[in-house]
């Protein structure tokens, strides 16, 4: 089965590991209107992961909603996952584009560098991920990008992928500067409504806002 094709601007949820109600967690995000959805469990658990994701793939397709895979690309090759997603220590985007269906999703983490998103670009990613942009729960330490960086990337021509803190508040400035995804965890599946949770990041790009100069 080939990989779903990319999907246009939105909601981009990342799941946070394991939890007991992960299906209807992430059941409840795509009703509210999450375009991509990440599996991300950095457990040693293999026959959980796995199991795990080819459910959420299969939930996820339900939606027409892609599924991409944290960092394991021989995961995301055993459940037939849309694509994967490529830290620093991850990979290198030819060795996962060798290992995965023909079109499949690739994206890499950039941080707070536009050069290393020109290189990614370069090398075959399929988008580019930024971030953070604000003060994260899941990596309080992570590198700090500015917004600032959105509209410097605006001619590499791939998706711009926002991430690190945002919330429904602070994501309209990232959306106007030019995010074609915001990149959320515990905004959404920390929250106790997930639904209207996703549905308030949804509402950021019910229409088509230029980003600003």
């Given amino acids: 089965m080939l990989p779903l094709p990319f999907p246009g601007r939105g909601l981009y ?26 599996y991300r469990d950095k457990t040693d658990e293999p026959a959980r992961r796995h199991a795990e994701a080819g459910s959420l793939l299969a939930l996820c397709h339900e ?4 599924l991409i895979v944290n960092d394991d690309v021989a995961l995301a090759r055993a459940i037939g996952a849309d694509g994967v997603h490529l830290g620093e220590a991850d990979g290198d985007i030819a060795q996962a584009r060798g290992t995965l269906a023909p ?26 991920a930024f971030g953070a ?33 945002i919330t429904p508040d602070n994501g309209a400035d990232l959306v106007a500067a030019g995010a074609d995804y915001l990149a959320v965890i ?3 599946f920390g929250m106790a409504d997930i639904r209207a949770s996703a ?6 790009y019910s229409f088509d806002r230029a980003p600003s100069p």
Avoid: M, N, W
């Fill in 13 to 38: 949820v990342i799941t946070d590991g394991p939890r007991p109600d992960l299906l209807e967690a992430v059941h409840l995000a795509l009703a509210g209107g999450a375009r991509l959805v990440q």
């Fill in 186 to 188: 515990s905004a959404v």
């Fill in 63 to 66: 939606y027409a909603v892609p």
């Fill in 133 to 165: 942009f604000f003060t994260s729960p899941t990596k309080p330490f992570a590198r700090r990008a500015s917004i600032q960086l959105l509209r410097h990337s605006a001619a590499l021509g791939v998706p711009r992928v926002a991430i690190g803190g």
């Fill in 199 to 204: 549905q308030r990041f949804s509402q950021l």
């Fill in 103 to 128: 079109g499949a999703i690739i994206g890499v983490s950039c941080y707070d560098s536009l050069e290393r998103a020109q290189q990614a670009v370069r090398q075959g990613a399929s988008y580019v």
